[in-house]
């Protein structure tokens, strides 16, 4: 809730600019003779444009700021224990000036199109950033007065950097009304939508409609304490749940990324492609092994999430993979399985898939190599984690096979073959290969190749390290 102090916070300070902008006889005093001679529209709002008696052809104009949101940024201040929310805000733009300029000609013809040229300039930022409503002690106004040695001379684009920090929270302002709906949305930004919604529902009809028309933002659904969040749902386009609380997935239809951690059957049963239709991202992690339904796996292999293009399958071990499914939109994949069989028949299932990790805690079963010569598939980075160290060399050398275009390899198992064979199979069957990690162990054999000739064999190989272990086996690491 800190963040939305800081919101607050913001608002007063941007209540003293636009004083000054909507009362400027309240708020400063010139010892230039100044004259308001009309307001330019500009965006959504209007600046205020002044004449110097003195020197006609000298304007001045009111600072029309705008929240730089690229240069924004709220963090907690660890050594003040204080939220801060740097902001970077622009006080003109050069589409302003041109908005002065073009003013100029038309309602000042003759002075400005004449062998004088007008100048423009803002009024000066001392003027502007420290004069407060209601601070009207002369002392503290003398001291921030237009004197005749201000004049407008050209116009820099100016921007100011502030960091608001509070702890305060009774400056609930009135003042909210007048800030526009696009700065809203750059500060919303910085918030989950439920505080969001928590501290600016209700407040007026304004600011439900702009609650109302957010899209695409992010949700995080994690603590036991949960805020009702149906009413916003459609409005959620990055949802993360992480809580053992059972949660309604029906009224999210526009997720683009679903995480779900600490998955439950009845949460994974509602991830429906009809449902959930614009799908890109699904991450679905349990704490222990848990089948996935029929019906969910044929939509994530068979185009049901038509759009859905990265999918992360943790623990889900049991796959009962099916020879038809075919998916033309995955891209990365990251499983765990049982059976080493379902790797060759995901990557025939997915011909564009570049990404593949597995974490295998089956039993090695047999596999056979490609049926087709003519085999051929695009994957680009394979990773096989075999932490239970029971699929066999063998077995690994056969799945090079299938990915032979892999430029980025990572195999973490135990190697009971003369670690020199796999590699190489390695360097005979992925002739692309850039990128070799590993963490493999070599049982003890005969023909325990030293590792300064395994590194010459291929630059990808040149920093391997080798730990020999008293046991007589060999750790091979490579990060
Ligand atoms: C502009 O300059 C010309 C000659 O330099 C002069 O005749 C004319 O009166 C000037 N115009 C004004 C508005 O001062
Ligand atoms: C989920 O929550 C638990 C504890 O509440 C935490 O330890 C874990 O890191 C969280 N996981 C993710 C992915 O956020
Ligand atoms: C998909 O979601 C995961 C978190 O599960 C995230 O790490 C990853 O960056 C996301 N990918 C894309 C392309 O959005
Ligand atoms: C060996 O390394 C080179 C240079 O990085 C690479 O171009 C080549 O394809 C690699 N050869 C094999 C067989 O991996
Ligand atoms: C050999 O020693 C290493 C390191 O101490 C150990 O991790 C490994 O399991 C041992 N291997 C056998 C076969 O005992």
Redesign the pocket.
């Known amino acids: 809730m800190n963040y939305i102090f800081a919101i607050i916070l913001l608002v007063c300070f941007q209540k003293s600019v636009s004083g000054l902008v909507e009362h400027p006889s309240d708020n400063w005093r010139t010892d230039i003779r100044t004259t308001n001679v009309g307001r330019v529209k500009y965006e959504k709002g209007e600046v205020n444009l002044f004449q110097n008696q003195e020197k006609p052809t000298s304007f001045f104009f009111t600072p029309f700021p705008l929240v730089n949101p690229s240069n924004s940024k709220c963090h907690t201040n660890i050594l003040s224990g204080y939220v801060e929310l740097s902001f970077a805000v622009e006080l003109y733009t050069s589409q302003l000036t041109e908005a002065v300029n073009n003013y100029l000609k038309e309602h000042f013809s003759t002075l400005c199109n004449s062998n004088k040229t007008c100048h423009i300039s803002m009024l000066p930022m001392n003027v502007i950033g420290l004069i407060q409503k209601g601070l009207r002690a002369n002392k503290i106004q003398e001291m921030y007065k237009i004197n005749q040695e201000w004049f407008p001379n050209t116009v820099f684009l100016q921007s100011i950097n502030f960091p608001i920090y509070t702890k305060n929270e009774n400056m609930l302002s009135t003042h909210l009304e007048d800030f526009s709906n696009e700065l809203f949305f750059e500060i919303f930004e910085y918030f989950d939508i439920l505080d969001i919604y928590h501290s600016f529902w209700g407040i007026n009809q304004r600011f439900n409609n702009l609650l109302q028309s957010l899209n695409n933002l992010p949700l995080i659904i994690q603590n036991e304490n949960l805020l009702p969040f149906d009413f916003c749902a459609h409005q959620i386009n990055r949802l993360k749940i992480n809580t053992t609380k059972p949660i309604d997935l029906t009224h999210f239809s526009n997720l683009h990324t679903l995480e779900l951690y600490n998955a439950n059957s009845n949460e994974i049963e509602q991830i429906q492609c009809n449902q959930m239709s614009n799908l890109v991202n699904l991450t679905i992690s349990t704490k222990f092994h848990i089948s996935l339904p029929l019906e969910l796996i044929h939509d994530i292999f068979s185009n049901g999430f038509r759009l859905l293009r990265y999918v992360n399958l943790n623990r889900l071990d049991h796959f009962q993979f099916n020879s038809k499914f075919q998916s033309l939109s995955l891209n990365s994949l990251c499983i765990t399985c049982i059976n080493s069989n379902i790797i060759p028949q995901i990557l025939l299932a997915c011909p564009y898939l570049i990404r593949f990790s597995i974490t295998f805690f089956g039993q090695n079963c047999h596999i056979l190599p490609p049926s087709s010569p003519s085999y051929n598939h695009l994957l680009e980075k394979f990773s096989l984690f075999d932490p239970y160290h029971k699929l066999t060399c063998d077995t690994i050398q056969i799945l090079l096979l299938y990915i032979p275009n892999v430029k980025y390899l990572n195999l973490q198992f135990l190697c009971r073959v003369p670690f020199i064979n796999l590699i190489e199979s390695i ?1 005979n069957r ?5 990128r070799f990690e590993c963490d493999i162990f070599e049982s003890p054999n005969n023909h325990m190749v030293n590792v300064e000739t395994i590194q010459q064999m ?3 190989f040149q920093y391997l390290e080798c730990i020999e272990n008293d046991n007589g086996s060999r750790r091979f690491l490579l990060e």
Do not use: D, F
Not at 430 to 434: I, S, Y
């Open positions: 360097l992925l002739g692309q290969l850039e291929n630059e990808s």
